[in-house]
C-alpha cells in the first residue's frame, strides 16, 4: 500500500513569507507526528496529533508554527512570517496508534524548506 | 532531559565486515526504542524496533540489541554490502510522552567494495 507522502518535496521561500507544508498519512493510522531535521542532526519532534486534536505540540518553536488535522487524516503543517532559521528537512511520521502504543514510526520523504 | 549519542559519528569498512553501531540514552525509562535508516536526501526507513520489554529483534543481517537498564542498545550488521551505506539513526520513545521519538545524530555508514 501507500506510504506516508509529503509536499512539496523542495520549497524555496523568501524571508517573511507564509509556507504550508502537508502530510498524507497511511491510510487508517490515527497517530501523525511532525519533526524537523537540521543538516547533521536527527530529526526533532514538532507536534503529534491523535485523530483530529493536538494532542502534544511543545516541540513547536514559537508561535509562527501551527499545525492542523481536520478530518483526522491530512495535516498541514503552517509557518509564519519564515525566518532564515526555519530551514531545514520537514518529515511526518504516522502510526496506527500513538503514545504508549507498540507500533512503529512510518516516514515519509520529507520537504525541504529553504529561506532565503 | 531524555538525550541519545550514537557513536561512531562516521565509520567506514571493506565489504563483507561485520559491524556495530553503539546507541546509548540518558533516561532508562524508554517505552520502546527504533533504529533508522536514511540515505542522502530522503526520509526515515524503519529498520527494527524493540519494546522495553525486549532484549533484542532480527531482521535478516541486522540484529538490535536493547539494555535498558544500562541505557545501551547496540546495531549489529553481518557481512556488510556496499548498498548498506547511508545514515544510520537511533530513536527512543520516552515511556511519559507521548509516543514522539527522540533521536541520536546518528552514525554514517560507508561500506567500501
Known amino acids: 500500500g501507500a506510504g506516508v507522502s509529503q509536499t512539496p518535496s523542495n520549497k524555496v521561500t523568501e524571508k517573511g513569507k507564509y509556507v504550508e507544508l502537508r502530510c498524507d498519512p497511511i491510510?487508517?493510522?490515527?497517530?501523525l507526528y511532525w519533526y524537523r531535521q537540521s543538516l547533521g542532526q536527527g530529526p526533532e519532534f514538532l507536534i503529534y496529533?491523535?485523530?483530529?486534536?493536538?494532542?502534544?505540540d511543545s516541540g513547536l518553536p514559537n508561535d509562527r508554527f501551527f499545525a492542523v488535522r481536520p478530518e483526522g487524516s491530512v495535516s498541514t503543517l503552517k509557518i509564519q512570517r519564515t525566518e532564515r532559521g526555519d530551514s531545514a528537512v520537514y518529515l511526518c511520521?504516522?502510526?496506527?496508534?500513538?503514545?504508549?502504543?507498540?507500533?512503529?514510526?512510518?516516514f515519509g520523504p520529507g520537504t525541504r524548506l529553504t529561506v532565503t | 532531559k531524555q538525550e541519545v549519542t550514537q557513536i561512531p559519528a562516521a565509520l567506514s569498512v571493506p565489504e563483507g565486515e561485520n559491524l556495530v553501531l553503539n546507541c546509548s540514552f540518558t533516561?532508562?525509562?524508554?517505552?520502546?526504542l527504533q533504529w533508522f535508516r536514511q540515505d542522502p536526501g530522503k526520509g526515515l526507513t524503519s529498520l527494527l524496533l524493540?519494546?522495553?520489554?525486549?532484549r533484542e529483534q532480527t531482521s535478516g543481517r541486522l540484529n538490535a540489541s536493547l539494555d535498558k537498564s544500562s541505557g545501551r542498545s547496540t546495531l549489529y550488521i553481518a557481512a556488510s554490502q556496499p548498498g548498506d551505506s547511508a545514515t544510520y539513526l537511533c530513536?527512543?520513545?520516552?515511556?511519559?510522552?507521548?509516543?514522539?521519538?527522540?533521536f541520536g545524530k546518528g552514525t554514517k555508514l560507508s561500506v567500501k567494495p
Open positions: 496529533f491523535q485523530g483530529t486534536g493536538a494532542a502534544d
Open positions: 491510510s487508517g493510522h490515527t497517530a
Open positions: 533516561d532508562s525509562a524508554i517505552y520502546n
Open positions: 524493540i519494546q522495553s520489554s525486549q
Open positions: 511520521a504516522s502510526s496506527p496508534g500513538g503514545g504508549r502504543s507498540p507500533y512503529e514510526q512510518y
Open positions: 530513536a527512543v520513545s520516552d515511556g511519559g510522552s507521548q509516543g514522539n521519538l527522540i
